[in-house]
C-alpha cells in the first residue's frame, strides 16, 4: 500500500498571505489528524477528522482549519499567515476508530517571510 | 495540561549497548501509547505501541516498559546500532479520539 502523501512538500509564502495544504491518507483509512512541528513547541496536535467531520481540535488559533472530503483526502488552510507559522506540517492517516495507529506522511515545509 | 514529559534531550550510546529513553504523563484518560522515530527530513514512523492492560511489549530490538501505578512508560533499545541514529518521540493519546501528545524528543547518537 502507498504510504500517507502530502503537497506540496516546501512552500515559501509571505506574511498575510493564506496557504492550502493537502493530504493524502493509506488507502482505507477515514481518520486524518494534522500536526505542527517547530524547534520551539515540537508536535503539536492541530486537528482530527473522522468521515468528513472534525472529530477533534487542538489548541490551535481560528486562522488555522481544516476539511476531509468523501474520499477521505483532508485540507489544512492557514489564513493571514505570520512569521511563527513556519514549520513542518504533518499529517497522519488511521484506519479504525479512536486510539488506533497513526501513520504520518513526509510533511509540507512552511517558510512565512 | 495534558502534558508527556520525556528524557534524556539527548542521548549518546556506543555501538552494540542499550539506549533507554523515559517518558512519564498525567492525564489518567490517555490509553494509547506509542513511539515514533523521526529521521531529518522525514515524518515520524511508528515503532512501536503500548496499552495500559500490559506492562511490556517487545518487537525485535525495541521493547516497551509500561508502568500504569507510576504512569511512566519507557522504550529500550537493544543492541543499538549506528542506524537508530534519530530522534525519538513518545506519545499518548485517549481513547476519545485520534489526538496525540508528544514528549518533548529525545535526539539518540549510537556512536560507531
Known amino acids: 500500500k502507498a504510504g500517507v502523501t502530502q503537497t506540496p512538500r516546501y512552500l515559501i509564502k509571505t506574511r498575510g498571505q493564506q496557504v492550502t495544504l493537502s493530504c493524502s491518507p493509506i488507502?482505507?483509512?477515514?481518520?486524518v489528524s494534522w500536526y505542527q512541528q517547530t524547534p520551539g513547541q515540537g508536535l503539536q496536535f492541530l486537528f482530527e477528522y473522522f468521515s468528513e467531520t472534525q472529530r477533534n481540535k487542538g489548541n490551535f488559533p481560528g486562522r488555522f482549519s481544516g476539511r476531509q472530503f468523501s474520499n477521505s483526502r483532508s485540507e489544512m488552510n492557514v489564513s493571514t499567515l505570520e512569521l511563527g507559522d513556519s514549520a513542518l506540517y504533518l499529517c497522519a492517516s488511521s484506519s479504525q476508530g479512536p486510539g488506533s495507529e497513526q501513520y504520518f506522511g513526509p510533511g509540507t515545509r512552511l517558510t512565512v517571510t | 495540561q495534558q502534558q508527556v514529559k520525556q528524557s534524556p534531550q539527548s542521548l549518546i550510546v556506543q555501538k552494540g549497548g542499550i539506549s533507554i529513553i523515559n517518558c512519564a504523563y498525567e492525564n489518567t484518560a490517555f490509553d494509547y501509547f506509542p513511539w515514533y522515530q523521526q529521521f531529518p527530513g522525514k515524518g515520524p514512523a511508528l515503532l512501536i505501541a503500548i496499552r495500559p492492560d500490559v506492562s511490556e511489549k517487545k518487537e525485535g530490538r525495541f521493547t516497551i516498559s509500561f508502568n500504569k501505578s507510576a504512569k511512566q512508560f519507557s522504550l529500550h533499545i537493544m543492541d543499538s546500532q549506528p542506524g537508530d541514529s534519530a530522534t525519538y518521540f513518545c506519545a499518548a493519546s485517549p481513547n476519545a479520539g485520534n489526538m496525540l501528545t508528544f514528549g518533548g524528543g529525545t535526539r539518540l547518537m549510537v556512536k560507531p
Open positions: 488507502s482505507g483509512h477515514r481518520s
